[in-house]
C-alpha cells in the first residue's frame, strides 16, 4: 500500500512563500493522480490542487495563479509551492493519492499570521 509523509509546513507572514513536500511509497507512484488538500477545523476538506500522472494539473479557483503543484515520478514526489500567502490560506494541508482505496498523509500545518 503507498504511504504519504509530507514535509515543509509551518508559520509565514502574509504575502510569504512556502513549498510543501509529499514523499511517496510504491513502485508505480507514475500512474497515481496524486493532489494537495486543506481543511480547517469545523470545515470539509477542500482541493487545493491536483496532479495527473502525465503532469495535467487542475487548481481551486482560490490557490489558482499563486500555487503550483508539481510532481517527480523518479523521487516519488510531489510538491506544492505556495506563493503571495494570505491568512486564509492557513490550514492543515494533506497529500493525497488516488489510489483504491485513497490514501492520505498525515498533514503538515500552515499557518499564515503577521
Known amino acids: 500500500q503507498v504511504q504519504l509523509v509530507e514535509s515543509g509546513g509551518g508559520l509565514v507572514q502574509p504575502g510569504g512563500s512556502l513549498r510543501l513536500s509529499c514523499a511517496a511509497s510504491g513502485s508505480i507512484f507514475r500512474s497515481y493522480v496524486m493532489g494537495w488538500f486543506r481543511q480547517v477545523p469545523g470545515k470539509s476538506r477542500e482541493m487545493v490542487a491536483i496532479i495527473l500522472s502525465g503532469g495535467n494539473t487542475n487548481y481551486a479557483g482560490a490557490v489558482k495563479g499563486r500555487f503550483t503543484i508539481s510532481r517527480d515520478n523518479a523521487k516519488n514526489t510531489v510538491d506544492l509551492q505556495m506563493n503571495s500567502l494570505k491568512a486564509e490560506d492557513t490550514a492543515v494541508y494533506y497529500c493525497?493519492?488516488?489510489?483504491?482505496?485513497?490514501?492520505w498523509g498525515q498533514g503538515t500545518l500552515v499557518t499564515v499570521s503577521s
Open positions: 493525497y493519492a488516488a489510489t483504491a482505496p485513497p490514501v
